[in-house]
């Protein structure tokens, strides 16, 4: 089974507290991106283990730590008869961008291996088994704009139609690690409540919407507000740095162009529609 796992979007980010587990409570608006990777699901051969084939992005780390083997081999602990897998990853989304990228593939490959396989799991058990994964990746099983609070994996409903929007994204390629972001933070309350603020029309969202991991990183990496800058000159109608970085975003109305930008050429750059 071929699966394309998208990336997502922070609109707004406040981490408000610090929990005893050690990871921090926040309030956030998650949107999917359709920027993908592909992954592919198949039993393996006759007697051979389960395996994974990564090509496209280099993934630092052991492939048989990789989040998609992970998610399988979580599914195969509960499901006896699940067989050894072939997994085939082509990654594209950057990685270590604050784009969700390794949690979308490990929700995806939870997803596929259950339709594959005929487990019958509901997006509650299939978001259950994600929260083991890590934080974000919960959000990838339904897949749809939502207000994450807790660690990001406790989601209540928003109204907000954000479809048609002309998206830029800008990967500048550096990679900063979830940890050390949270590190930087020091927790507090926003200063406007993120569902009331984006209730607002778009244009307000520069003024009241904000993520506490840009306050934070600003220091250390001066090309951060740099790069939202050159969005805002080009005519977004609102940017930010998404999640923990380094990816940052700009939104244009439905049907709007941006205007042209240059960028270094290590840079990486997606422009689609939402
Ligand atoms: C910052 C956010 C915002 O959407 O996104 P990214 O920038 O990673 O995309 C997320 O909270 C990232 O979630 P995720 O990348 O799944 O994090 P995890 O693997 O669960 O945790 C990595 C590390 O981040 C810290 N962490 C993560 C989530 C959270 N609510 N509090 C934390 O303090 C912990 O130090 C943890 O060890
Ligand atoms: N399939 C995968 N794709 C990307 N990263 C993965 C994957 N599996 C494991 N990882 C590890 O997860 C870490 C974070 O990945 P990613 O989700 O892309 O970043 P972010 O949390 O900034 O959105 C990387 O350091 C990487 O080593």
Request: net charge negative.
């Amino acid at each position: 089974m071929l699966v394309f796992p998208n990336a997502k979007l922070n609109l707004g980010l406040y981490v408000t507290q610090r929990r005893p587990d050690g990871f921090h409570r926040l309030e956030s608006v998650f949107v999917p991106l359709p920027w993908t990777d592909a992954l592919e699901i198949l039993p393996a051969a006759p007697g051979q283990p389960t395996s994974i084939t990564l090509t496209g992005r280099p993934i630092p780390g052991d492939p048989a730590t990789n989040l998609c083997v992970r998610a399988y081999e979580l599914l195969q602990a509960d499901f006896p008869q699940l067989p050894p897998a072939q997994l085939y990853l082509h990654k594209v989304v950057p990685i270590g961008a604050g784009l969700g990228g390794g949690s979308a593939d490990a929700a995806f490959a939870l997803k596929a291996t259950n339709e594959l396989f005929n487990l019958a799991l509901m997006p509650e058990a299939l978001e259950s088994y994600a929260r083991r994964l890590g934080s974000d990746c919960a959000f990838f099983i339904r897949n749809q704009p939502v207000l994450a609070v807790e660690k990001g994996d406790i989601f209540e409903e928003i109204d907000l139609s954000l479809s048609g929007l002309t998206c830029v994204v800008v990967y500048p390629g550096l990679h900063i690690g979830t940890a050390e972001a949270y590190a930087r933070i020091v927790p507090q309350a926003p200063k406007f409540p993120l569902r009331e603020a984006l209730a607002q029309p778009m244009s307000t969202w520069r003024d009241t919407v904000s993520n506490d991991f840009e306050t934070a990183l600003a220091p250390t990496y001066p090309a951060l507000a740099d790069i939202k800058q050159r969005l805002y000159e080009a005519g977004a109608t609102y940017a930010s740095l998404s999640g923990s970085g380094s990816a940052v975003y700009g939104l244009w109305p439905a049907g709007a162009q941006p205007a042209p930008m240059a960028w270094p050429a290590e840079y990486t750059v997606w422009q689609g529609v939402l």
